[in-house]
C-alpha cells in the first residue's frame, strides 16, 4: 500500500495551494481517506477526510478549516486532493495523507486512529 502527497509549498498569506494523494490499487479501496498536518511540537491534527462513494454529506472538516479547505477524490485515477485557500500561517506544517486499512468505524475520520496508511508528508509554509 502505498500513498504519495504532492503540491506542497511556501506561499503568502491568503493564497492558495491544492495538495494531491495518490493511492496504489489496495489504499484506495479504502472506506475512508484522510487528510493531516503537523506543525512543529504540534500534535498531528486531522483536518479533512472523505468516505468513498458517498455524498456531500460524507466530506468532514475540522473547524480550523471548515470554509477554506475543500476535500475531493478523482476515483479513475485513485487521486485525493485538498484545495485550500486563504491560507493562513497557522496552516503551516507538513501535510499528509491517510487510508484506512481494517474497517474501523466508530472512531472518528479526523482521529489518526482510524488509519492504517500514511504517506510520507508535504511541506506547506505560509508567510
Known amino acids: 500500500v502505498q500513498l504519495v502527497e504532492s503540491g506542497g509549498d511556501s506561499v503568502q498569506a491568503g493564497g492558495s495551494l491544492r495538495l494531491s494523494c495518490t493511492a496504489s490499487k489496495y489504499a484506495y479501496n479504502a472506506n475512508c481517506m484522510g487528510w493531516f498536518r503537523q506543525a512543529p511540537g504540534i500534535e498531528r491534527e486531522g483536518i479533512s477526510a472523505i468516505y468513498f462513494g458517498g455524498g456531500p454529506g460524507d466530506l468532514r472538516y475540522a473547524d480550523s478549516v471548515r470554509g477554506r479547505f475543500t476535500i475531493s477524490q478523482d476515483f479513475d485515477k485513485k487521486m485525493m486532493f485538498l484545495e485550500m485557500n486563504s491560507l493562513k500561517p497557522e496552516d503551516t506544517g507538513m501535510y499528509y495523507c491517510?487510508?484506512?486499512?481494517?474497517?474501523?468505524?466508530?472512531?472518528?475520520?479526523?482521529?489518526?486512529?482510524?488509519?492504517?496508511?500514511w504517506g510520507q508528508g508535504t511541506q506547506v509554509t505560509v508567510s
Open positions: 491517510a487510508a484506512e486499512g481494517r474497517s474501523r468505524v466508530g472512531v472518528s475520520p479526523l482521529l489518526s486512529a482510524r488509519y492504517e496508511y
